[in-house]
């Protein structure tokens, strides 16, 4: 069990540009989560993933949002045309469910700069 | 809607001393599950406790502790004897679903354990 691995762990990029996040669960959970956290304060929902399939997002997860997970693996999400509003911590997990109520176990975050 | 308060925005202890962390929520629901995060300086969101809300047992576990009173929609932390380790931000949150896919998380209570 190597943990919930996200890529990278700093990003600093220029309003409008694209970015792109990588998130690898642990390798037997079938779920998936992307939450974002700005500073000082909780993590806020935004999408999850049960194996390749997108069941819920967030009102928070604009159209400028995208989330995949092509293989039921690692999941990508991506931000298009990038705002200052977007600088945030983005945090992945991932549980299985399989079992009752399996807790969430999160990575170490994406902080993303835009200036 | 769901709604989690920490009022405790910084507390301050000496090491060894005790300290009691509030968390209170809000929910329509009447099954739901709440847990405690600890999130130290390397941003990765531990998970430390689940609680069912059809049991108010308290649980203990080594130096932590934790009061659930569903009459007052409370499930405060404590941790005894604190020691330099406990500095982090802590989280309380709530999931109203049982399936741990979505949690509502409140604003979080740093901890700092000072010698």
């Known amino acids: 069990d190597t943990g919930v691995s996200q890529d990278p762990r700093h990003k600093i990029t220029k309003r409008g540009q694209n970015v792109t996040f990588r998130c690898d669960p642990i390798s037997e959970h079938n779920r998936l989560y992307w939450y974002r956290q700005t500073l000082g304060q909780g993590p806020e929902f935004l999408t999850y993933f049960q194996n390749e399939a997108q069941l819920e997002k967030s009102r928070l997860l604009s159209d400028r949002f995208s989330a995949e997970r092509p293989k039921g693996s690692f999941s990508t999400l991506e931000i298009q045309r990038t705002e200052q509003g977007d600088s945030a911590m983005y945090l992945c997990?991932?549980?299985?469910?399989?079992?009752?109520?399996?807790?969430?176990?999160f990575g170490n975050g994406t902080r993303l700069t835009v200036t | 809607a769901q709604k989690v308060t920490q009022a405790q925005t910084e507390i301050s202890v000496v090491e060894k001393e005790d300290v009691t962390l509030d968390c209170v929520y809000e929910?329509?629901?009447?099954?739901?599950?709440l847990f405690w995060y600890k999130q130290p300086p390397s941003g990765e969101l531990v998970f430390l406790i689940r609680?069912?809300?059809?049991?108010?047992q308290n649980e203990i576990s080594g130096r932590y502790s934790w009061n659930f009173q569903k009459s007052t929609s409370s499930f405060n932390f404590t941790i005894t004897a604190s020691q330099v380790v406990d500095s982090a931000v802590y989280f309380c949150?709530?999931?109203?679903?049982?399936?741990?896919?979505?949690?509502?998380f409140g604003t979080g209570t740093r901890l700092q354990v000072t010698l």
């Open positions: 949150a709530l999931d109203p679903t049982g399936t741990a896919s979505k949690l509502t």
């Open positions: 997990a991932s549980s299985f469910s399989g079992q009752l109520n399996s807790p969430l176990h």
């Open positions: 609680r069912n809300s059809f049991d108010e």
């Open positions: 929910t329509r629901d009447t099954t739901y599950y």
